[in-house]
C-alpha cells in the first residue's frame, strides 16, 4: 500500500517526536528558524495574493489567499524544519507512549518557539519592512490582519488557536500518512488552507504578521504578547489533546511496538 494506517501512522508519531526530544540545540535553533521562516513566507505570499483582489471577490479572495499559505508546512515537513505547532502533537505523543520525559518536551518546545520566533521576525523584518513587502501598497492588509488577531480576547483567542493546531496537526498526521511527496503535499495542503480560510488563530504565522505591522509603526509590542500567550496556549492544547492524546488513545501503540518502528 502506498499509505500507512492510522495505527500504523501513531507509531510513526511517536518514533518522531522520540528523534525530535533527541536533536541537539544547534539543530533546534537551524531547523527553527527555517521552519519560522517557511511559514512567514507562506503567510508573506497569501498576503500579496489576497491584496491586489477585487473587493467584491469577498470571500474567494480570501480562500485564493488561503490555498497558497500551506507552501510553508509543505517546505517545513519535505525540505526539514522544526516547527512548534506541530511539535506540540509529535511530543506529547512520545511523552505519553513513556519513550521521552516531559523535560525533553519542555526543552524542544522553548527552543523551538525561540527559533521560529526568530525565522518568522527576519522574514517581516528583511522582506517585509525593507523590501517594504508588508507595507506601502500592503499596510493596509498587514494592519488590517494582525489588529483583528491581536484584539482578539483572550478566550477567543485560545479557541481560535484550538481549531488552529487541530487542523494543522491533521495535517501533519496526514503527512506521514502518505509514501509519496505527492500524497504528502495532498495530505498537509487541504487541512492548512481550511485553517487560514476559517481564519483560526497559528502562534508560528502571528509571529511574522503582528511584527510586520509593529515594524510598520502601526502596532506596539505590548499589544502582542497577550495575543501570543492566548493562542500558543490554544495550539498546545489543539496539538497535544485534540490530535495527540486522541489518536494515542485511540490506537494505544504499545511501547515495544513504537520501539520496533525505530
Not at 502506498?2 to 541537539?24: M, Y
Not at 502533537?89 to 523535560?103: D, G, H, N
Amino acid at each position: 500500500m502506498s499509505l500507512h494506517t492510522p495505527k500504523e501512522i501513531a507509531q510513526l508519531a511517536i518514533q518522531a517526536g522520540v528523534v525530535k526530544s533527541r536533536a541537539s540545540f544547534s539543530t533546534l535553533m537551524l531547523l527553527g528558524f527555517m521552519a519560522g521562516a517557511f511559514i512567514a513566507t507562506g503567510f508573506l505570499l497569501d498576503l500579496h495574493v489576497i491584496n491586489s483582489l477585487p473587493a467584491d471577490w469577498g470571500s474567494f479572495g480570501g480562500f485564493l489567499g488561503a490555498a497558497v499559505f500551506p507552501v510553508g508546512l509543505i517546505l517545513t515537513v519535505l525540505a526539514g524544519g522544526e516547527l512548534l505547532t506541530g511539535n506540540m502533537m509529535l511530543l506529547p505523543m512520545a511523552w505519553f507512549a513513556r519513550r521521552i520525559s516531559l523535560a525533553s518536551v519542555l526543552r524542544n518546545w522553548l527552543w523551538v518557539t525561540l527559533a521560529n520566533f526568530l525565522g518568522s521576525v527576519a522574514v517581516a523584518w528583511f522582506f517585509g519592512h525593507m523590501l517594504g513587502m508588508t507595507e506601502g501598497d500592503y499596510l493596509k492588509k498587514t494592519v488590517a490582519i494582525a489588529t483583528a488577531k491581536a484584539n482578539a480576547d483572550f478566550l477567543h483567542a485560545f479557541i481560535s488557536g484550538i481549531g488552529c493546531n487541530w487542523l494543522v496537526c491533521l495535517a501533519v498526521w496526514l503527512a506521514f500518512a502518505s509514501k509519496d511527496v505527492v500524497g504528502k503535499i495532498f495530505g498537509m495542503w487541504f487541512p492548512v488552507m481550511a485553517f487560514v480560510a476559517i481564519g483560526f488563530q497559528h502562534v508560528v504565522a502571528n509571529m511574522f504578521i503582528i511584527p510586520a505591522a509593529i515594524f510598520a509603526g502601526q502596532m506596539s509590542w505590548a499589544e502582542y504578547f497577550p495575543n501570543f500567550i492566548a493562542v500558543f496556549l490554544g495550539n498546545g492544547v489543539g496539538g497535544a489533546i485534540f490530535v495527540g492524546l486522541t489518536y494515542f488513545l485511540a490506537f494505544r501503540p504499545a511501547s515495544e511496538q513504537a520501539s520496533a518502528a525505530q
